[in-house]
């Protein structure tokens, strides 16, 4: 009789489980889908592991992401103690919320791919650490690589049409860039580039040549015509118009809330925002 009644109490606590299973499971959301309605399969992936491009390049191109450790700041945007650095975002829903997941678990949707391309990469950077954030090519088939990297190591190239290294630029041009980030080629083929945290955007000639430098390095803050104040809140991308002017997007992710308390009183905004100037 004992045997009996842990049989059917055995019996019972397994569907129990396998029914509870099954519900869990039901309301867990998709990680992919079929091809329908003219659109391949889809796929969720995360995100890559180190947005900030803490990654690996050996010397012969290959790349690999490193490991992070437990909140250490990454090699790849790591300064010298000589260099301005500005404070990191805090108190701002996009970046200080605890109770939301980090960068590093997003994930991301990805289409099967269908078309039967592979990737090849003909363009070998020199060995060190750095991700990279922006491309662009001129008009002539040339490709500017613009690359986070330590202090101390080039983090803007220049290939020609054949794949070739042909310009390599390094601290003792631009400065480090404390976040390399967006990058853009005007009419002239100058190249433009802008440094997030470092809170600048340069302007080089076909050459190399630094032609200019808008807002001041180290100093996050406002712009302001009516005070001759040009200074740049985490710069991120650079676009051109057809007179001339030149729009300069910032305010990465909008992460207002850590300057519109700020002790300086030319840092008061912090809002995302597109500049226009000439």
Not at 37 to 53: K, N, T
Not at 200 to 225: A, C, F, N
Request: proline letters at 8%.
């Amino acid at each position: 009789m004992e045997k009996c009644n842990f049989a059917r109490f055995a019996a019972v606590a397994l569907g129990a489980i396998l029914i509870v299973f099954e519900a869990f499971a039901q309301t867990q959301p998709p990680t992919h889908g079929p091809a329908e309605g003219g659109s391949p399969g889809w796929f969720l992936q995360g995100s890559f592991p180190d947005p900030g491009g803490n990654t690996a390049v050996a010397p012969d191109g290959r790349v690999t992401v490193l490991p992070r450790t437990g909140g250490a700041v990454r090699p790849a945007t790591a300064t010298a103690p000589t260099l301005p650095r500005l404070p990191a975002c805090s108190r701002s829903p996009v970046c200080g919320n605890r109770l939301t997941p980090g960068r590093q678990t997003l994930q991301r949707v990805q289409w099967e791919q269908t078309l039967g391309y592979t990737f090849t990469y003909p363009y070998v950077l020199s060995p060190g650490t750095g991700g990279v954030p922006s491309v662009a090519l001129d008009s002539k088939g040339n490709l500017w690589v613009f690359q986070r990297k330590p202090a101390g190591s080039p983090q803007l190239y220049k290939f020609d049409a054949e794949h070739k290294l042909i310009v390599q630029i390094g601290d003792e041009v631009i400065g480090h860039q404390d976040k390399a980030h967006g990058m853009a080629v005007d009419r002239e083929d100058n190249v433009w580039i802008a440094d997030a945290d470092g809170a600048t955007v340069m302007k080089l000639s076909p050459q190399g040549q630094v032609l200019m430098t808008i807002g001041v390095r180290g100093h996050r803050g406002d712009w302001d015509e009516t005070k001759g104040q040009r200074l740049l809140w985490q710069p991120l991308m650079i676009a051109f118009g057809q007179n001339g002017d030149i729009y300069i997007g910032e305010g990465h992710a909008n992460e207002s809330p850590n300057d519109t308390d700020s002790d300086d009183p030319t840092n008061n905004i912090g809002a995302a925002r597109v500049i226009q100037s000439r």
